[in-house]
């Protein structure tokens, strides 16, 4: 008698939507003291454009977009000022942001002159020729500066502390669809990293996690929030990160469907660190660009 074909475990279809989906990361979301301090730094000092801001005095906070191009194509990063708030914890799971220049020494020299703390001087890494640099900004949010030829994408990374860089691997490749473009392990330094993202990284955003040996906990603050990245299905996509969070950990903290007022679908979620990411309909996101 014949074997039986083996039957298709019922999640396997669902499980292949994340590297199917359109998919890309839109902004990250934190806290700043100050917004208009805030935008005159990343204007001024890192050539960032305000491409829009918006005041809800009703729920007593303003918001602010900057980057380097459209939020139709670009990642950028969306500033909270909550009413009467000056200061935040960033904790010590936050790493930074980075920026690619072509000439991170110039760079250095105009952040300095506008009076911005430099916390690594420009120059290669240890044992490398890449050329990096490292400064703070007036949240004391720090900024990697990265020198690289030109590219579509200079936000180019947001980096995370984990406690577990196996887990969080997995969990960004099977929740996320996200690939592992680097990996790079330095044990005289005692940490590991991995770039983990939807291109190359010389092309996109790439999310930095960062394993430090025998970490396995850090504080989240309450200054950094979530990075969010556009979805053509918000239901399917909540339905992958429900099955992944049973298997790897994490939490969904807020069921796919509208905001209300807004319209636009989103779903949000914890991965196993706490990490929170935020998962936008493409259309919606499109549509709010142009309200």
């Given at each position: 008698m014949a074997e039986a074909a083996?039957?298709?475990?019922?999640n396997a279809e669902l499980l292949e939507w994340p590297k199917k989906d359109?998919?890309?990361f839109l902004?990250?979301?934190?806290?700043?003291?100050?917004?208009?301090?805030?935008?005159?730094?990343?204007?001024e000092c890192f050539g960032m454009k305000l491409l829009r801001k918006r005041d809800i005095p009703e729920e007593k906070y303003s918001n602010a977009f900057l980057g380097f191009g459209s939020e139709e194509s670009n990642f950028v990063v969306e500033l909270t000022y909550n009413y009467g708030v000056t200061s935040y914890d960033?904790?010590?799971?936050?790493?930074?942001?980075?920026?690619a220049s072509q000439d991170v020494y110039k760079l250095v020299e105009d952040i300095r002159a506008k009076g911005g703390v430099i916390t690594r001087?420009?120059?290669p890494v240890k044992g490398g020729k890449s050329v990096i640099a490292f400064v703070k900004d007036p949240d004391g949010y720090v900024f990697e500066l990265i020198q690289r030829g030109p590219t579509p994408e200079p936000l180019?990374?947001?980096?995370?502390?984990?406690g577990d860089l196996d887990r969080s691997i997995k969990f960004y490749e099977k929740a996320l669809g996200m690939r592992v473009v680097k990996k790079v392990?330095?044990?005289?330094?005692?940490?590991?990293?991995?770039?983990?993202g939807y291109a190359e990284e010389h092309e996109t955003t790439v999310l930095e996690l960062t394993y430090n040996y025998g970490v396995t906990e850090y504080t989240k603050g309450n200054a950094y929030a979530q990075v969010a990245i556009g979805t053509d299905d918000v239901y399917r996509s909540a339905e992958v990160v429900s099955l992944v969070t049973q298997e790897l950990g994490g939490k969904i903290t807020r069921p796919a469907g509208p905001i209300p007022?807004?319209?636009t679908k989103i779903t949000s979620f914890l991965d196993p660190d706490g990490w929170k990411t935020v998962l936008v309909d493409n259309e919606d996101f499109l549509k709010e660009l142009h309200q």
């Open positions: 083996p039957v298709a475990a019922p359109k998919r890309r902004h990250a979301v934190y806290r700043v003291g100050d917004l208009d301090r805030t935008i005159k730094f990343y204007t960033i904790g010590t799971g936050f790493g930074h942001f980075a920026i001087e420009p120059g180019c990374q947001v980096m995370l502390r984990v392990d330095k044990p005289e330094y005692k940490y590991t990293i991995a770039m983990l007022g807004l319209n």
